[in-house]
């Protein structure tokens, strides 16, 4: 893609979604360009299209990279909280097995040692169970993190995609007012698909969406690897 093509988009998260004088010139050359060359050549047909051009795959492509860098991230800034918890999980799991067969077998013991509440075996239970409540309020917490965590990164991502769509907007509109067949192009440019997770509200449906699975369900967490695509921005 020439350098007229590339459609840069800010490098930092932080950086305002602002499209530019220059980014919206880049747009109108670009769908210029397409009208010349009749793209897209489905406008040639009798119904009005809203056919896709290589300039809004382009412009997909980079978003739905920018998505997965952002899930990246958020698994990079979590990944500690997330192999504590995973470690968490089993240990509860394990703990809340020993105080079941522990209260078990105290309930088969004799009446006169179930009325010792002081007894050294109703100590250790007592114990188990404060390190079980204990460690459910960390894992709780530990939640709390990922959750926060990967709210801004799926905000960061939904925020990244609306402004694409007001790039695939601008690019359009010059394109309709070019291209030869305009009156066969539809006077809605084309939708961007935005990945599953990013089309809920709730953060824990959300989360499952992006992981693929129960998030914590005790599954090995997968990162899809980000695909290439037209250079759009860098």
């Known amino acids: 893609m020439t350098q007229d093509r590339a459609i840069h988009t800010p490098r930092s998260p932080r950086a305002p979604l602002h499209i530019g004088v220059i980014v919206r010139g880049r747009l109108r050359r670009l769908a210029k360009r397409d009208a010349r060359a009749g793209v897209p050549r489905a406008a040639y047909e009798a ?34 909280a997330w192999t504590e918890h995973e470690a968490l999980a089993e240990i509860i799991t394990r703990e809340q097995r020993e105080y079941a067969e522990r209260s078990s077998g105290l309930e088969r013991a004799a009446a006169d040692a179930l009325r ?42 939904r925020r990244y995609f609306d402004y694409s769509d007001e790039l695939v907007a601008i690019y359009w509109v010059t394109l309709r007012r070019r291209h030869p067949a305009a ?30 699975s129960d998030p914590f369900g005790g599954t090995s967490l997968h990162i899809p690897a980000p695909q290439g695509g037209d250079r759009v921005g860098s």
């Open 47 to 80: 119904e009005p299209v809203g056919d896709v051009t290589p300039a809004v795959h382009a412009l997909q492509a980079h978003a739905v990279g920018y998505a997965q860098r952002e899930g990246q991230r958020f698994f990079t800034d979590a990944r500690a």
């Open 116 to 157: 010792d509440a002081n007894s050294p075996a109703h100590e250790d239970l007592r114990r188990l169970e404060r390190r079980i409540q204990r460690n459910h309020r960390r894992d709780a917490h530990l939640k709390a993190m990922i959750h926060t965590r990967f709210t801004v990164a799926q905000l960061r991502a």
């Open 183 to 212: 009156e066969n192009i539809s006077d809605r440019p084309p939708a961007l698909q935005r990945p599953a997770w990013l089309t809920v509200d709730d953060s824990l449906s959300a989360l499952a969406l992006w992981h693929g």
